[in-house]
């Protein structure tokens, strides 16, 4: 009788104790996912920017406040400008402070370009009392922390991974700026009390393959013929469905091959120009049967006058707090310069500002995103926006060659793209 049972004993402790080893593997493993999982690590983590000790730092917190405080104007906006220290990002910024908004920069300085040329663009800002906080639109906790800290009646989003060819190296790059960080953005915004108008730079690239000129905002968008493309379409997809969702008002730009002083090193009219001054050979697309590849190339200034009239007639988000009380504004506008000029007419202007002569590689244009030519059609911009470009190309690289001439001679370097 006792033998059994001193074994039933025996067999009984023996599989508690084995019950608590595998719970202890089990909870282990849990943790051990917790941790580790994309998830936890996007939402709770600030590492890479801004992290935890400085969302709590008094003196970080009074610069954002001060910075998102209009300085002049009655009324005038609180704009968060997220991607602020890129191209039309710095611009804008300048532009809504010059007129007294009040503007917080948001950028994560990534090194998709020379992030010393960012640097500059924030020192820039910084004397122009800008502040940029360095951080990505992919942090929750960074952007509720923003809404906390200022009461933002718009968002100016132009954070993106941009470039059309690039999509072909980094497609992942494409999806986590333009899909995930977008709509982690609108997430916030939704939520906000009071929710802000959202104006975004989409891109003329959505028209894709269409041959119908000039592009129209009612034309078809379904023939993208990049990533690149294909992620800003998603993301007026997207826009339409916050703004049906939680009444978000929200506006999206369709910008065509921006240009100028600041401008962005991997763009055609910027690695011409340092190419052609290194006496280095620079590659020039052309269609099928000799057809000359064209943009409707867009001058800053004049975009940036696009910008700030789709902010000063963006409507109220409708509503609050994450639940929407009626039906919101959703727009969207070409932002072009409506006469397409083709490669190699740019490439014939660059060779003259610069006095140099460009040495010239015609070759057929490969599958890589490219289309073969842009012309925007303006006239909903020009009638909603009082959009009205002024500057043509000749006059607008002519300012570009000047800068970059004076800030590469400055700074003693070249850029790197
Ligand atoms: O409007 C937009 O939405 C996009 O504009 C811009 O794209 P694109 O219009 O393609 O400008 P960009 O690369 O400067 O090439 C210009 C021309 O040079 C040709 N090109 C280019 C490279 C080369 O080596 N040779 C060449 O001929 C090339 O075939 C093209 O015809 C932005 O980069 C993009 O982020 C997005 O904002």
């Not at 640097?119 to 122009?128: K, N, V």
């Not at 939704?190 to 690239?205: D, M, Y």
């Not at 000029?341 to 460009?358: D, F, G, H, M, Q």
Request: aromatic letters at 12%; a positive charge.
């Amino acid at each position: 009788m006792d033998k059994p049972l001193s074994v039933n004993r025996f067999r009984y402790h023996f599989s508690i104790a084995r019950l608590v080893f595998w719970t202890c593997i089990f909870l282990g493993l849990i943790l051990l996912f917790f941790f580790h999982s994309p998830h936890s690590s996007s939402s709770s983590s600030t590492s890479d920017s801004a992290p935890r000790r400085i969302l709590a730092d008094p003196d970080w917190e009074s610069r954002v406040i001060k910075s998102g405080k209009p300085r002049s104007r009655a009324g005038g906006l609180r704009v968060l400008v997220t991607g602020a220290a890129g191209f039309v990002g710095t611009h804008v910024c300048a532009t809504l402070r010059r007129r007294g908004d009040g503007v917080v920069g948001l950028d994560n300085f990534n090194a998709y370009y020379d992030p010393a040329l960012k640097q500059a663009r924030r020192s820039l800002l910084e004397r122009a009392d800008v502040f940029v906080v360095k951080g990505d639109i992919n942090n929750p906790t960074l952007l509720s922390k923003l809404f906390e800290l200022v009461q933002f009646t718009h968002v100016m989003h132009l954070a993106a991974q941009a470039g059309v060819r690039y999509a072909m190296k980094n497609p992942s790059s494409y999806v986590h700026s333009n899909i995930a960080g977008f709509v982690n953005l609108l997430e916030v915004c939704k939520s906000a009390n009071p929710q802000p108008a959202i104006v975004w730079a989409s891109s003329s690239s959505v028209y894709g393959l269409n041959t119908k000129v000039p592009f129209s905002e009612k034309d078809r968008t379904d023939k993208p013929s990049s990533l690149y493309a294909a992620t800003k379409k998603a993301g007026e997809e997207i826009a339409h469905t916050y703004n049906h969702i939680y009444g978000l008002s929200i506006t999206g730009l369709r910008f065509f091959t921006v240009y100028g002083p600041w401008g962005r090193p991997d763009m055609a009219y910027f690695f011409f120009t340092k190419d052609i001054l290194k006496g280095k050979p620079i590659t020039i697309f052309e269609g099928p049967d000799h057809f000359s590849v064209a943009r409707d190339f867009t001058y800053i200034d004049d975009i940036v006058k696009g910008c700030l009239g789709a902010l000063d007639t963006a409507k109220k988000s409708t509503g609050s707090g994450g639940v929407k009380k009626g039906p919101a504004q959703l727009r969207v506008f070409n932002l072009g310069n409506t006469s397409p000029v083709p490669v190699s007419k740019l490439v014939n202007i660059l060779e003259k500002l610069l006095k140099v002569k460009a040495k010239k590689i015609v070759l057929p244009m490969p599958a890589n995103g490219d289309v073969l030519f842009t012309h925007a059609n303006i006239s909903l911009a020009q009638r909603e926006l009082g959009y009205k470009p002024t500057t043509d190309l000749q006059t607008g690289l002519k300012k570009f060659v000047r800068w970059y001439l004076n800030f590469y001679t400055r700074t003693g370097k070249t850029s790197n793209v």
